[in-house]
């Protein structure tokens, strides 16, 4: 369960916080790892987004949400500027 394609990103989301996963890392990989954690006792994951690693505690107790997101959507959910001139009579 790797990427999509290229057009896509995942963000994994851990007791409320959000984290890029880079294109570097398989989403299934990091799923299994996950799953495992919360099987048994509390345990670091680790996860990266190319520029930036992070180690996340993951315990049975710990909610998670793997979201994959088609690029084009990231973009304008995250660029104000691109609504902005989308709402523009020119």
Same mark, same amino acid.
């Given at each position: &369960? /790797?990427?999509?394609?290229?057009? @896509?990103? @995942? #963000?994994?989301? !851990?007791? /409320?916080?959000? #984290?890029?996963? /880079?294109?570097?890392?398989? =989403?299934?990989?990091? &799923?299994? =790892? !996950? ?11 680790d996860?990266?987004? /190319? ?11 710990? =909610?998670?949400? !793997? @979201?994959? =997101? ?10 104000p500027?691109?609504?902005? !001139? ?5």
């Open positions: &369960m /790797g990427r999509d394609d290229d057009h @896509t990103s @995942t #963000y994994v989301e !851990i007791d /409320g916080r959000e #984290y890029l996963l /880079g294109h570097d890392q398989d =989403r299934g990989d990091v &799923m299994s =790892r !996950i799953a495992e954690a919360a099987r048994s006792e509390p345990a670091f994951v996860l990266s987004d /190319g520029g930036r690693r992070v180690s996340v505690l993951v315990s049975h107790q710990s =909610r998670v949400v !793997i @979201t994959v =997101r088609h690029d084009s959507a990231v973009h304008a959910e995250h660029d500027l691109d609504a902005s !001139i989308a709402d523009w009579d020119l």
